[in-house]
């Protein structure tokens, strides 16, 4: 059962983009602004609306901690925003200074990439906000990406119709020819991913003018190259599908379409659960809570409509989950980004997921959050951490993803 909560009717524009972080909803619009509203009840902030962009909003999302709501637009900027005051944090520009289509952060919150119309992305080190590099990816304008759970890759879609794999030192990994024909919209990762058998394993959403939903499976084995495989070709939309995303847990993934539909399917079986017609123009951006049964969609109908998904069971389920993810609730290192831990914030880390025996070893080198995130094969085996002592040939750490039950990852020898 999905039942509608409420619409929400600020923009003087049509709305292009929706981000949820555990306690706000962001909506970014054509008409420069973005909104931000508490979804305890769905109220706009005192601050709201943000008003710094020159031109049209085109894409949004917030940090995995909540902290920082990071919008791009046709002005060429990416700006970040402090999710508690509403002020800039800071303002990044694209090199060439190209119209951005679309803003991705690592759910690490390591990097930040912005894709262009001149085909290229941006990429920058976000604690630091310096940019790293800026490459091309494409011949065509970079209409989607995003970043994989474990931040050691993304993904960029153009009006070509190509999704493209790449490293986070913008090195192809792989690509697929004509994904989508007449090209790619929107593209996301399911939150999980799996480690087996020294082969990891992730699911990729993509949708596009063909007015099909596609669900992939990339896996990559060590050493070897990466494979992409369709799993799904998910169809029940009549027009150009405009925006996807996964639920938190994975199990849902949904879609909206030129046709004012949205549509919400069983993400491993491809089967359609349910849709949602409301709108009165164009659906062009879904968005679904991490912490709440909440799906926001947005449309050229200058509208945002927020759902609720299940009954009240569910519901009573999620605000439990949302109340043990307030930040002033959570011990430690969990209030923080990975690169704001302390020494201690990893030690105490690594006692809760059962190393122990790796306390001393961190605590003797100095290890910190910065350190951690930046740990690698080579790095470990210096430190004298046996690969197999964690986990196979290829090492998993769960690090906690603030506000959420699923983990992040780091891949020791993976990419």
């Given amino acids: 059962m999905v039942s509608i909560v409420c619409s929400l009717r600020h923009h003087t524009d049509e709305v292009s983009c929706c981000a949820f972080s555990p306690s706000l909803l962001a909506t970014g619009s054509g008409d420069k602004s973005l909104r931000v509203y508490n979804t305890a009840d769905f109220s706009e902030l005192p601050f709201s609306p943000l008003s710094a962009h020159g031109y049209g909003v085109h894409c949004c999302c917030f940090s995995s901690c909540g902290s920082y709501l990071l919008s791009c637009s046709t002005d060429g900027s990416t700006i970040v925003w402090s999710s508690e005051t509403g002020e800039v944090s800071a303002v990044l520009q694209h090199p060439g200074r190209s119209p951005l289509r679309v803003c991705a952060l690592a759910h690490d919150s390591s990097l930040l990439?912005?894709?262009?119309?001149?085909?290229?992305?941006?990429?920058?080190?976000?604690?630091?906000?310096?940019?790293?590099?800026?490459?091309?990816?494409?011949?065509?304008?970079?209409?989607?990406?995003?970043?994989?759970?474990c931040s050691q890759m993304f993904v960029t879609g153009c009006?070509?119709?190509d999704i493209r794999l790449w490293d986070v030192d913008i090195s192809l990994l792989h690509a697929e020819k004509d994904a989508h024909d007449l090209g790619?919209?929107?593209c996301n990762f399911a939150p999980q991913f799996?480690?087996?058998?020294?082969?990891?394993?992730?699911?990729?959403a993509s949708c596009g003018q063909d007015s099909q939903l596609k669900i992939w499976i990339i896996s990559q084995r060590e050493g070897a190259a990466?494979?992409?495989?369709?799993?799904?070709?998910?169809t029940s939309q009549s027009a150009p599908v405009l925006s996807c995303a996964f639920s938190s847990d994975g199990e849902l993934v949904v879609s909206g379409s030129v046709d004012k539909s949205v549509a919400i399917y069983d993400a491993s079986l491809g089967t359609l659960l349910h849709v949602l017609k409301q709108h009165d123009?164009?659906?062009?951006?879904?968005?679904?809570?991490?912490?709440?049964?909440?799906?926001?969609?947005?449309?050229?109908?200058?509208?945002?409509?927020v759902w609720r998904i299940g009954d009240g069971d569910i519901r009573a389920a999620a605000e439990s989950r949302q109340a043990v993810c307030q930040g002033r609730k959570l011990p430690g290192?969990?209030?923080l980004l990975l690169a704001d831990w302390s020494e201690e914030d990893v030690q105490t880390w690594l006692s809760k997921e059962g190393l122990e025996e790796l306390v001393?070893?961190?605590?003797?080198?100095?290890?910190?959050?910065?350190?951690?995130?930046?740990?690698?094969?080579?790095?470990?085996?210096?430190?004298g951490i046996s690969e197999n002592g964690i986990k196979n040939t290829v090492t998993y750490i769960s690090v906690p993803h603030k506000h959420s039950n699923r983990d992040m990852g780091i891949l020791w020898g993976f990419v």
């Fill in 184 to 186: 790619v919209t929107c």
């Fill in 113 to 149: 990439l912005a894709g262009a119309c001149d085909g290229t992305v941006a990429l920058w080190d976000f604690p630091s906000k310096t940019l790293r590099r800026c490459s091309a990816v494409s011949e065509a304008s970079v209409t989607a990406s995003c970043f994989s759970p």
């Fill in 194 to 204: 799996k480690v087996d058998d020294c082969c990891v394993e992730f699911r990729l």
């Fill in 159 to 161: 009006t070509r119709g």
């Fill in 281 to 305: 123009r164009y659906v062009t951006a879904v968005a679904l809570s991490t912490t709440m049964p909440w799906i926001a969609t947005g449309s050229m109908d200058r509208t945002v409509n």
């Fill in 333 to 335: 290192y969990s209030r």
């Fill in 360 to 383: 001393g070893l961190f605590k003797a080198n100095n290890i910190d959050g910065p350190e951690l995130s930046q740990l690698d094969k080579e790095t470990a085996t210096e430190l």
């Fill in 226 to 234: 990466c494979v992409m495989k369709l799993n799904h070709t998910l």
